[in-house]
């Protein structure tokens, strides 16, 4: 597809102010125009009005239920009466990591490894905004995939954290462990502790899947694992929690 398909007022709005996104097209009920000027917290000006085209409730839910179809996505009903058509989120190569870098630009990284659900990954990228990571690092095979839900649920974090896709993980975090990222694994096996006297201009933060943890081969490479340790009677966390709690305690200190 040559656009996205954004709902959720929060990623409309966030859309909206990313000078890098071009806009198609607004379709909206009138309620739904006024909830984005009233919730989007944007200027009248950040509203393209030439390309909202208004119209009842019914038509709007059909016209996104053909949209859904050519996405190959299962219809979800649109919230807030309003959905936007934008030019499609910038998936950027390894080398743009690999160039900063190089600038001696540091970065907060983010790498998913096996992160396969929507909910969790939109909720992380959400995190990731918040905390002011620059980029998160996904697998080709193997991640959440990207979609109007996906979108809506990450509440326009995808304007802010570059999205950085890779045919081999491993490999990109071995090449970033050269070019002098600290890269430290979130592991239920480890014994380390985070040193935080000890971080490096760039640090790179990386997240298995819920149910395994880190693939072996991504763990094979990653040198520095820290671990959570339960202080009651649950062991376990959502990854979603586990991520926001492990950016606290690296990025929110850098």
């Not at 909830?35 to 119209?55: A, M, T, Y």
């Not at 909910?119 to 979609?147: C, E, P, Q, W």
């Not at 990653?222 to 709690?245: C, D, Y």
Request: hydrophobic letters at 45%.
């Amino acid at each position: 597809m040559d656009h996205d398909l954004i709902i959720g007022i929060h990623s409309i709005a966030e859309a909206l102010k990313n000078s890098e996104r071009a806009i198609y097209e607004i379709v909206a009920t009138e309620e739904g125009l006024e909830e984005l000027k009233k919730r989007g917290n944007l200027k009248r000006e950040e509203i393209p009005l030439d390309k909202v085209r208004l119209v009842e409730g019914h038509a709007l839910q059909e016209e996104a239920k053909k949209i859904y179809r050519e996405l190959d996505l299962e219809f979800q009903r649109v919230p807030s009466q309003i959905f936007m058509l934008v030019s499609p989120v910038t998936i950027y190569e390894p080398t743009w990591l690999y160039n900063q870098l190089e600038s001696r630009i540091p970065l907060k990284i983010l790498a998913l490894d096996q992160v396969t659900d929507a909910h969790n990954g939109a909720a992380i990228m959400r995190t990731a905004a918040f905390y002011g990571v620059d980029a998160v690092l996904i697998s080709a095979k193997g991640n959440f995939g990207l979609g109007p839900n996906f979108a809506r649920i990450a509440s326009g974090a995808t304007e802010h954290v570059k999205i950085v896709r890779c045919s081999a993980l491993p490999k990109t975090i071995t090449k970033l462990k050269d070019l002098g990222v600290q890269c430290i694994g979130l592991s239920e096996h480890a014994n380390g502790e985070l040193n935080k006297s000890n971080l490096s201009n760039s640090v790179c933060l990386i997240l298995g899947a819920e149910d395994v943890g880190m693939s072996h081969a991504v763990s094979r490479v990653v040198e520095t694992t820290i671990a959570f340790k339960p202080l009651g009677k649950i062991k376990s966390l959502n990854v979603s929690v586990a991520a926001a709690i492990a950016m606290e305690k690296i990025f929110g200190i850098i």
